[in-house]
């Protein structure tokens, strides 16, 4: 009983897929104005994702080695030289601000 059930449910998606073929077959050799817009829009992004993907396998491990920095800067290569709980463009009490000569 339940292999008929399953013969019937693989039979009505084959059927529903090929009928979404078709109409997609058909439609896409229309000379239509959506067709062409989609043609144009889906090679755009077939295109797209080729250069990202060739890309990434260009410059993939340079972004990376930006990203992780070695070092002993902390994680993903914090600056080791300022205190914690400084920022970067804080100084410290005691600094003597420096001038463009210095």
Do not use: C
């Amino acid at each position: 009983m339940e292999e008929s059930w399953d013969f019937e449910f693989l039979s009505r998606m084959v059927d529903s897929l090929v009928s979404f073929l078709s109409e997609f077959v058909d439609d896409w050799l229309a000379n239509d104005m959506r067709v062409a817009v989609f043609k144009i829009l889906f090679s755009w992004l077939i295109i797209s994702l080729v250069a990202i993907h060739f890309a990434w396998k260009v410059y993939g491990n340079t972004v990376n080695d930006m990203y992780y920095r070695q070092g002993t800067g902390g994680q993903n290569g914090g600056t080791p030289n300022t205190a914690p709980h400084l920022s970067g463009w804080e100084s410290g009490a005691g600094d003597a601000m420096k001038t463009h000569r210095e």
